[in-house]
Nanobody
């Protein structure tokens, strides 16, 4: 049973930074795609960033490019999301996702990833 354990959310002021972490346990394969989605109140869930173990590069939503950085520790099946220059519109529940594969055409699809975490809340005040 794969479990995703998220941490690092919180409340910050606009312009601040946070670092989210997500560790996958119970995953038996060496290759893994891990990433983050977010859902703000009243809005649809959207892909934020993802990274694939054997991929050439990480993937980002246009709305976060330049401010969010995703990285991974392959040995620990852990993914990190460094969030800088936070804006009030970044306020959302952030969910970690994982699966066996992703690429540029799939990583942002809500129904693509096999495993989801419980979510960690990020709240940005102006």
């Amino acid at each position: 049973q794969v479990q995703l354990t998220e941490s690092g959310g919180g409340s910050v002021q606009a312009g601040g930074s946070l670092r989210l972490s997500c560790a996958a346990s119970g995953y038996a394969y060496s290759s893994i795609c891990m990433g983050w989605f977010r859902q703000a109140p009243g809005k649809e869930r959207e892909g934020v960033a993802a990274i694939y173990t054997d991929g050439a590069r990480p993937y980002y939503a246009d709305s976060v490019k330049g401010r969010f950085t995703i990285s991974q520790d392959n040995a620990k099946h852990t993914v990190y999301l460094q969030i800088n220059s936070l804006k009030p519109e970044d306020t959302a529940m952030y969910y970690c996702v994982a699966g066996s594969y992703c690429d540029g055409d799939s990583w942002y699809r809500v129904n693509w990833h096999n495993y989801w975490g419980q979510g960690t809340q990020v709240t940005v005040s102006s």
